[in-house]
Structures are given as structure tokens and as C-alpha cells.
């Protein structure tokens, strides 16, 4: 939890972003894993936590912009509540930490939102916060509370949120720390015969000894042409890749996101090292290209540029660079956008819907395969942090369905791209803090990044 003249402030600069009516933040509640007294471990909503802080289960939040009034909602611990999960400090006391005054119980959450004014809410992504808005707001069905959320607040939070203060850069570099020791980890476990569960397992002990939990659910196998494979289930094997896509939440919820691709036990071969310099050129330039007034499009284009021309350099593809790039064909080697924003949530705010995130209206989402998938396109800047995260990978069915249709085969030698088909796939990812002049690292010691670093890694 940050200091109360920290949370104080995000309110007071969404009041003026809000013209008139009432704000309404549900926190989240607990969910049931198998039946209703194991539950998940407890999550807060991101948007909840920028606001106000408060880490417990069932409050929420009211700001009447027009009488200028801001209240807590939640109920006091019950003796019951007392037993079985320990004392807490008042509600009173903890709204009190956070600038808030006026607390009231759940049971009066609908007055305050009587009469005939707007009430402005989020995009809810849970079923539970779906079916109290239909109630407390006498909505027919939670499709319908689904689709008349408040644009006006979304955009005034994603306003607020993307742009990081330097409290928030300070957690970023911390889960960026214990995500680096994630990734060390993982390098030095990548040896013949140890099991993909058994890495996995370790790496997310790390996450949880040092912070909250992982960030997202660990992407951790040999078959990285699955982009999101969460299947743990393989044993290393000489010669395969074992790639590696994790990261840490910290104590404060802030995010870190790395991918590294690893040789098990340490020696790439000629075909893979010239992939992987291949990913990590695209990714150091795109790097180097990443600051304020540049389009993120343009860098993700860019890196499709590298990929293409590094392809065409060990004989994949061939033809002219520029007319590639405009019918797509880096699509079927990278098939996913370059990158994301990234804070409180690893997909910073997409609950709020991944365009008004990542897109405005002088960025539109492009259409073409692998184009369409970037989720962060517009222009860059100061206090952005992003995540850069090309790749190359080789996937056996969308291959051959390009193939059989014939699709950019006058770009694609087909021929020499199927000796490739047990490959795998190889990513890279860093995270970058957009600066006044340009950007750098969120985590000021970058993990082992080139063949010979890696290497040393998994032997070291």
C-alpha cells in the first residue's frame, strides 16, 4: 500500500476527468476453487487497488462527483470472521489510511445510488460484479450490465493508469527483481532429463516466496511454437528449447513479464543460434527504436521487418522486403503483436478492453494476420512501460495450411521452412520503462540475452 495522499490524489484527478453523476468501483469478492469454503487465493480488482487500496474482499466505492462525496461500502469483521481468519483494523480505521471518510455497510449500497443520475462503472469480468450491478441497478440480465458500462470512466482510468508515477516505477523494478531470479532459475535447472513440472514448480516458489504470486500462469515447455503452452507435462531432452515465459506479482500487485528460450543443457545448434540472434536483433532494435512520439506499430512493423530479412538472410523467405511486410508474411513466423502494457495487471487494464488501451482514435488495430494481434499500437509515451517480446516460431499445422492454400508462397520457400517443423519456437521479451528522452529496462540488471550468456547460465 502506497501513503494516503497517493490514493487521495488518483481520486481527486478522476473526479476531473469525470464530468457529473456517481463513480461506482466493486472491489472483488472471494471465489470458490471446488465448493465455497476453499477458495482461490483472494485477488483484488487492479482498478480497486489504484484507487483505494484496500486488499480485503466484498467493498467497494462510491464517488457522488456532484456533491463531491466519496464513501467506502463493505461491513464490519464478525466474531465468526474473527475465528477463523484473525483481527483486522476497523473499516473505519483502514478507509481512514487511504483518505477515506464516510463508511457505510453493504446494506446501504442502494440508496446511494438512488435517484435518476448516471452511474458510471466498469467493464465487470466476473460473474458475481456482472449480476450485483444488474440488481443494484435494476439492469434486466448481466449481458446487458456487460454492455453499458461507462466509456467515459474507462477512459478516464486507463488515462490515469497508463502512465506509471515513480512509486509505481519502484514496485515495477521490484517484481522485475524476483522475476529475474525466476528466470535464473529456470536457466540453470535447464538440464537433460529434468521435468518441465518440476522447473515450473520451482520458478513459481521463487514468485511466491518474494512477492504475492506469478503474474500469469507460467508458460514453461519444449513446444514453444504453442504460444501459450501451459502444459508442463515434458522431460528435457538433449537438443530441444526449452522456452520460458514468466513473471512475479509483488507484495504491491505490480507486474514483471520475461521470456527467455534456453538450450537444455546449454549448447545451442548452428540452426538455433541463427534463429535466436535473429529474435534478439528484432528485439534490441525494436528497443532501441522505443520512445515518446513513435507509434508502437511502427516498432512491432519494424521488428517484422528484422524477422523477414533475417529469414531471407538463411534462405526461409525471399523477395522484396517492403512488399512482404505488406501482405503479412512475417505472420506465419511470429504470429502474435510485439508487445503489451504492463502495471498492476501483466495485460495492464485489458479488462477494460484491450482498444482503448492499447488503440485511439489516430491508432486503429490493423487487420491483417499477425498485424491484428498487437495489442499496444499507439504513440509512446513518457511513464509507458511495455513489454518487447518478438519471436519466431514454427507451427507445424499453420505451415501447412498456408501451404496448401498457396498463401505468400511467391515469399515463403516452403521447401526449406519444413526442415524447420520439430523446431519449436524461440521469444525473447523485456520490459521497458518509456523516459523523456528515449526508454530503458524496468529491471536495471537484464537477464543473460545472447547465445554465449545463456549458455554460461545453464552451465554457470
Known amino acids: 500500500m502506497f501513503s494516503k495522499e497517493v490514493y487521495v490524489k488518483r481520486r481527486e484527478e478522476l473526479k476531473k476527468l469525470v464530468n457529473s453523476g456517481i463513480v461506482l468501483l466493486l472491489g472483488n469478492g472471494e471465489a470458490p476453487l471446488n465448493y465455497s469454503g476453499n477458495t482461490y487465493s483472494f485477488r483484488q480488482d487492479s482498478s480497486f487497488l489504484y484507487f483505494v487500496g484496500l486488499d480485503t474482499?466484498?467493498?467497494?466505492?462510491?464517488?457522488?462527483?456532484?456533491?463531491?462525496?466519496?464513501?467506502?461500502?463493505g461491513d464490519e469483521l464478525t466474531i465468526d470472521d474473527i475465528i477463523w481468519m484473525g483481527n483486522l483494523p476497523s473499516l473505519k480505521d483502514r478507509a481512514a489510511e487511504v483518505g477515506i471518510q464516510s463508511v457505510v455497510p453493504t446494506s446501504e449500497l442502494t440508496n446511494l445510488l438512488k435517484g435518476n443520475r448516471t452511474v458510471?462503472?466498469?467493464?465487470?469480468?466476473?460473474?458475481?460484479?456482472?449480476?450485483?450491478?444488474?440488481?443494484?441497478?435494476?439492469?434486466?440480465?448481466?449481458?446487458?450490465?456487460?454492455?453499458?458500462?461507462s466509456i467515459e470512466l474507462t477512459k478516464a482510468v486507463i488515462k490515469l493508469?497508463?502512465?506509471?508515477?515513480?512509486?509505481?516505477?519502484?514496485?515495477l523494478e521490484d517484481a522485475g527483481r524476483i522475476g529475474y531470479a525466476m528466470h535464473i532459475t529456470a536457466m540453470k535447472m535447464c538440464q537433460p532429463g529434468v521435468?518441465?513440472?518440476?522447473?515450473?514448480?520451482?520458478?513459481?516458489?521463487?514468485a511466491i516466496s518474494a512477492g504475492n504470486r506469478v503474474s500469469f500462469a507460467t508458460i514453461l515447455s519444449m513446444n514453444g511454437q504453442t504460444l501459450h503452452n501451459h502444459d508442463h507435462s515434458g522431460i528435457l531432452a538433449p537438443g530441444r528449447l526449452m522456452l520460458t515465459d514468466a513473471g512475479a506479482e509483488n507484495v504491491n500487485y505490480y507486474a514483471s513479464d520475461f521470456t527467455r528460450t534456453t538450450p537444455v543443457g546449454g549448447n545451442y545448434t548452428q540452426k538455433q543460434k541463427e534463429i535466436h540472434n535473429i529474435v534478439l536483433q528484432?528485439?534490441?532494435?525494436?528497443?532501441?527504436?522505443?520512445?515518446?512520439?513513435?507509434?508502437?506499430?511502427?516498432?512491432?512493423?519494424?521488428?517484422?521487418?528484422?524477422?523477414?530479412?533475417?529469414?531471407?538472410?538463411?534462405?526461409?523467405?525471399?523477395?522484396?522486403?517492403?512488399e512482404a511486410l505488406n501482405a503479412g508474411v512475417p505472420g506465419l513466423f511470429m504470429p502474435h503483436g510485439l508487445?503489451?502494457?504492463?502495471?498492476?495487471?501483466?495485460?495492464?487494464?485489458?479488462?477494460?478492453?484491450?482498444?482503448f488501451v492499447g488503440y485511439d482514435e489516430d491508432t486503429q488495430r490493423d487487420t491483417m494476420f499477425g498485424y491484428r494481434s498487437l495489442r499496444f499500437g499507439k504513440q509512446l509515451e513518457p511513464g509507458h512501460v511495455l513489454t518487447v517480446e518478438p519471436g519466431i516460431y514454427f507451427v507445424p499445422q499453420l505451415i501447412q495450411k498456408w501451404e496448401a492454400e498457396g498463401i505468400n508462397s511467391e515469399f515463403i520457400n516452403y521447401n526449406k521452412v519444413k526442415e524447420y517443423l520439430d523446431f519449436g519456437g524461440i521469444r525473447l521479451e523485456d520490459d521497458i520503462l518509456i523516459?523523456?528522452?528515449?526508454?530503458?529496462?524496468?529491471?536495471?540488471?537484464?537477464?543473460?540475452?545472447?547465445?554465449?550468456?545463456i549458455e554460461n547460465a545453464v552451465k554457470g
Open 57 to 73: 474482499p466484498d467493498l467497494a466505492y462510491i464517488l457522488d462527483i456532484d456533491n463531491n462525496k466519496e464513501y467506502l461500502i
Open 120 to 149: 458510471h462503472y466498469l467493464k465487470p469480468y466476473r460473474y458475481r460484479n456482472q449480476m450485483m450491478i444488474a440488481e443494484l441497478l435494476n439492469k434486466n440480465n448481466r449481458e446487458q450490465v456487460v454492455n453499458e458500462y
Open 161 to 171: 493508469r497508463l502512465i506509471k508515477s515513480p512509486e509505481e516505477i519502484l514496485e
Open 195 to 206: 521435468s518441465e513440472r518440476e522447473i515450473a514448480g520451482m520458478i513459481e516458489g521463487v
Open 282 to 322: 528484432a528485439l534490441n532494435e525494436s528497443v532501441a527504436m522505443a520512445c515518446p512520439g513513435i507509434k508502437y506499430k511502427a516498432v512491432h512493423r519494424n521488428a517484422y521487418k528484422v524477422i523477414f530479412e533475417g529469414l531471407r538472410a538463411i534462405g526461409l523467405v525471399k523477395g522484396d522486403t517492403e
Open 339 to 355: 508487445g503489451h502494457a504492463m502495471g498492476l495487471d501483466v495485460h495492464d487494464m485489458e479488462d477494460l478492453g484491450e482498444t
Open 435 to 453: 523516459t523523456d528522452t528515449g526508454c530503458r529496462f524496468v529491471y536495471n540488471k537484464r537477464l543473460p540475452i545472447t547465445p554465449e550468456e
